[in-house]
């Protein structure tokens, strides 16, 4: 990360990523460096990552992956961290994967999804 401007997270959440990036991981990015987390909120530790960013040991984070989301009624913070006091934060509502483009293909998907149960043929891409 020391040799790295700006760090993208966009790793899935396991066992294995979470909490990979901490603090000392986000002094290696140094004063200079940008986080961008567009994975899992918990890939990257909470309270470090608000350090670094409140003390200006790295320049700004963009943040679109919380620790937490809110309830069914909409109530709840992204984090139990003020980051959203902080001048060098950019906080976006878990929306980067949101384009005109991903927007079509679900709605290309869902379509095809209905030719085929109409013509008798395997729904793709089900959860189970």
Do not use: K
Request: charged share 20%; glycine share 10%.
């Amino acid at each position: 990360m020391a040799e790295s401007d700006v760090v993208v997270v966009s790793a899935p959440l396991n066992d294995h990523t979470r909490d990979m990036i901490g603090g000392a991981e986000l002094d290696a990015l140094g004063p200079d460096g940008i986080l961008i987390n567009v994975g899992r909120g918990p890939l990257v530790q909470e309270q470090p990552l608000y350090d670094a960013l409140a003390s200006h040991r790295i320049a700004a984070a963009a943040i679109d992956v919380w620790y937490s989301y809110p309830d069914a009624g909409g109530h709840g913070a992204p984090s139990a961290l003020p980051f959203r006091d902080l001048p060098n934060v950019l906080m976006t509502p878990h929306s980067s994967g949101v384009t005109d483009h991903t927007f079509v293909g679900r709605v290309g998907d869902i379509t095809d999804n209905i030719r085929r149960l109409d013509t008798g043929r395997t729904v793709l891409r089900t959860c189970r």
